[in-house]
């Protein structure tokens, strides 16, 4: 298969933060240049950049932006981008780190402190990798839901890096991801880039094809885990954890550890985003039923524990998943 | 809400029929003219008539039509017909019985099989009602996946048809049904012609809310129905059966006796059929991913019978639902 060429999901040259809009992908590769909090908090609601890592990365930048051009601005500037997604804890803990930095040492020590955020993103990908391709050597057919890879995460991503890590990988299955098609939009996108053999299904189907002995594991990415093991992914995950338990299949959940929260103390307790009608109402733009129907469209939603097989992140592995090992990876 | 007028589903004058176009609502409603076996298989094969009970319909006129035009081709248009779907067992019974008479009686009879089949699915639908919306009586937050009203099956259709007379319902959540988007397309359309207030989500986000307590039930159709119980129903069914048994709310099943095929031993005997790839590729018209992505796109998947609260059918209630109560229900 081609390799088609792409810009870097984030770049940043120390005055500028360069994101590619993922809204257009992948019809068109266009860059966004950003140099300011109103411009990256816009960015993050809409959705050009996503993946809580990379959430995580572009509002840390956002915040330095904001100090280096008024450090008069910090509280609002923190405050804008802290409320511009609320499942993803990366945000939060980003802005809250780059703040203090700012606090500390100005405006150099907030860019410095962005700049860190993003190479431990960038350093925790390959090791989340190489955790996950060691627990699941000898998958051949993975599926996924969502994007995990480089557009959503540091380096390669989570789920997706592990997935491009298998040493065995005969066919990925992608979950469209409606509403916001992140699957068939972005997963497949760089699926080619990698070079990897895959096939699309609606997220419906995906629990029927586990049922009848298609798929060897699921591997997800996480926008939150709780401190007892519960995690909160793109809406559509949780049939998948349903299913892969009744079919007797790994479904592991991969992520940095900046992901994880031991401030939530249960899936009960994270907030889930509910998101525009609009989002429901259409697909690539075409309208797909009564314009003013009342739609529920919850982004995420949560997995407990129980059914998830291991937690996979940079510092190891969380197996079986619950308030102990989840606190062991954070000691 | 607005009651939408809108022609009937299925209309027969004894020489023509005139099927509702499904594959244009809601935004057109057009009627297609068929004089043939050929131009019923088509519409068949496109959903433009859809829904196991009314598929079996359409079919029985086809070949009506057929042996009414001439004899001669009885033979291969009942082989035409039979083929054009391979998962619900209504359109192989249906046409069927129509040659049985044919063959016994003549294009008269072939007619009159065709029109016997039509009012036994009305009549049932009633029935269904009655049955399911005393089963259900306390149930004020249904949902629903897929298209069961009198768009796919006789009189008012089969699980819509319950939660139409369920005494207190307050809000409908119907699921949107990828990839062809049923539910968006045709059940918020018959939600809103009943004046039943509702709301759409897309599919893997009903699971979440069945979770987090949302749902007091979940009402659903069948395009077969196994000797053992299990049933094959439109992809994404599956999912929410399981959602359902983790939350211990009901999951049930609604449609005609002549949904079960006695002869299909269980679920894993049941075909399940693979359509276009442009399907998932696409909604609405748009391009939602890579022009030539591989795609899996399977119609329907399988609930095994041990998932299923109970079967409501014309004839009374299976429960639980096994191969004794099944059998029962065809005695």
């Not at 997706?160 to 996108?189: D, F, K, M």
């Amino acid at each position: 298969m081609p390799q088609l060429a792409a810009p870097p999901p984030i770049a940043w040259d120390g005055r500028e933060l360069r994101l590619l809009d993922q809204t257009l992908l992948p019809a068109r590769e266009e860059v966004l240049v950003l140099r300011d909090a109103a411009g990256v908090a816009d960015a993050i609601r809409r959705l050009a950049v996503r993946g809580a890592p990379n959430i995580g990365v572009a509002a840390a930048y956002g915040l330095a932006l904001a100090v280096t051009d008024d450090p008069e601005s910090l509280e609002s500037s923190w405050a804008l981008l802290r409320r511009a997604r609320p499942t993803a804890v990366n945000l939060a803990r980003a802005v809250d780190r780059v703040r203090d930095a700012a606090l500390a040492g100005g405006a150099a020590a907030a860019r410095a402190e962005a700049e860190a955020i993003h190479a431990e993103e960038d350093a925790a990908s390959d090791a989340i990798a190489a955790h996950g391709a060691s627990l699941l050597a000898a998958v051949r057919r993975p599926l996924t839901i969502c994007n995990t890879g480089a557009l959503a995460a540091g380096g390669r991503g989570s789920a997706l890096a592990v997935i491009a890590a298998l040493p065995a990988v005969e066919q990925v299955l992608a979950c469209e991801t409606r509403p916001l098609l992140q699957g068939s939009r972005l997963t497949v996108y760089e699926l080619r880039r990698l070079g990897l053999p895959h096939a699309l299904v609606v997220d419906g189907a995906a629990p029927g094809l586990i049922r009848r002995g298609e798929i060897d594991a699921v591997v997800v990415g996480c926008d939150r885990v709780a401190a007892n093991g519960d995690v909160a992914n793109k809406v559509g995950t949780y049939p998948l954890a349903l299913a892969a338990a009744a079919a007797g299949i790994p479904f592991v959940v991969a992520g940095p550890t900046s992901s994880i929260d031991a401030a939530t103390p249960d899936g009960a307790a994270i907030p889930i985003e509910e998101r525009d009608a609009e989002e429901v109402r259409r697909a690539g733009g075409a309208l797909l039923t009564l314009p003013d129907t009342p739609v529920r469209n919850p982004a995420f939603d949560v997995t407990p524990a129980a059914l998830i097989t291991a937690l996979v992140t940079e510092r190891g592995v969380a197996r079986p998943v619950d308030g102990e090992s989840v606190a062991e990876l954070l000691r």
